[in-house]
């Protein structure tokens, strides 16, 4: 009785699952396209057989694959169609469904072409169209993997063709700051390929033209007071080397002499190097120098180092550079130097 119960619900059970198989059976929502079939599971599926590759291809003829049989939208129409190429593979290798309406069923892996094909990626792929890859010497797995085609991509330039290496502005622009468009030499003069920044070497013998000592054409100039007020070269002061240190020849316009041999703060205050005081040391009191110019008839003291440029007070001359020149009564200035001469000369005698 007991086996008689067993055997009448599992022939029950295989009834309804042969005439219901879609309410009895199915693992899950098909895929918006293949909705049409939703119910027909024979479409797909033949007993105890699973999915053979003719079911599919009763549908999706394997020369049309890609194109827009089922109600794909048109985006997807001018896919590559390269399932030519994989006839001697199981459909159900790649495509899987019952996974929703909206489900991914595309699974490819490129383990599943033949050796001549997995090694010709143009044989499916467009080749790109951009400079780069047109002067590539090697193929697409020199530099790019299957897994992604920009997923660890690793370049080398060696793979580009021999008449093109030195080329860069084939595949890069050209910088357009002022620098690089004043230098006369090619891009490895200063950058190699291994990274644009990595171990740049620069020589200023590479500038061309005009702007090889002009330069402001390529870097700012300081802002502070010194640099201002100076119409000189760079070259004055600074090398091509490097900014630092600088060689400022301070005697062309005041010789730091003796006791002169101050802080650039005790002449030049609050560090404006357009202005100049005398007035910083104690020995040059502002009534002290006034009294003593006084009595030769110089009136004007607002600018000393258009007759002194030493801390030698018999050592007066029409100035130095930074001066400008022709403020005092040059000829009273003469007079006090005969007259300061005849003294000297008693003295001696």
Not at 325 to 336: C, F, P, S
């Amino acid at each position: 009785m007991k086996k008689a119960l067993i055997s009448i619900i599992v022939i029950g059970f295989l009834s309804l699952g042969y005439l219901f198989p879609h309410w009895m059976f199915q693992p899950g929502e098909l895929i918006q396209p293949h909705q049409k079939v939703n119910t027909e599971c024979s479409a797909c599926h033949e007993l105890f057989k699973g999915i053979p590759n003719s079911k599919c291809i009763s549908c999706h003829a394997i020369a049309d694959i890609g194109k827009d049989s089922l109600g794909i939208d048109s985006i997807q129409r001018n896919k590559v169609r390269f399932h030519q190429q994989l006839a001697d593979q199981k459909c159900t290798s790649c495509h899987t469904d019952h996974h929703g309406l909206q489900a991914n069923i595309n699974h490819f892996e490129h383990t599943l072409l033949s050796t001549s094909n997995a090694n010709d990626c143009k044989s499916c792929h467009a080749p790109p169209e951009n400079s780069l890859h047109q002067m590539s010497s090697t193929n697409c797995g020199g530099c790019h993997q299957t897994k992604g085609w920009k997923i660890s991509a690793s370049f080398n330039h060696q793979q580009i063709e021999p008449a093109n290496q030195k080329n860069c502005v084939a595949c890069h622009l050209n910088p357009s700051n002022a620098m690089h468009q004043n230098i006369a030499t090619e891009c490895g003069a200063c950058h190699n390929t291994t990274a644009w920044k990595g171990n740049v070497k620069f020589n200023h013998a590479m500038i061309q033209g005009k702007d090889a000592k002009n330069c402001i054409a390529c870097h700012q100039k300081p802002n502070d007071g010194m640099h201002q007020m100076s119409n000189e070269s760079c070259t004055t002061c600074h090398s091509q080397d490097r900014w630092k240190p600088a060689t400022f020849e301070h005697s062309r316009y005041f010789i730091l002499d003796g006791n002169h041999a101050a802080s650039c703060n005790t002449c030049h205050t609050n560090k404006n190097f357009k202005t100049y005081t005398c007035y910083g040391c104690h020995e040059h009191s502002e009534s002290k120098i006034l009294s003593e110019h006084q009595e030769e008839g110089i009136t004007n003291l607002n600018n000393c180092v258009s007759c002194h440029r030493s801390g030698n007070e018999h050592d007066i001359r029409n100035g130095g550079e930074g001066s400008n020149g022709g403020t005092q009564d040059i000829n009273k200035i003469n007079k006090y130097l005969k007259e300061n001469k005849k003294d000297k000369e008693n003295d001696d005698d």
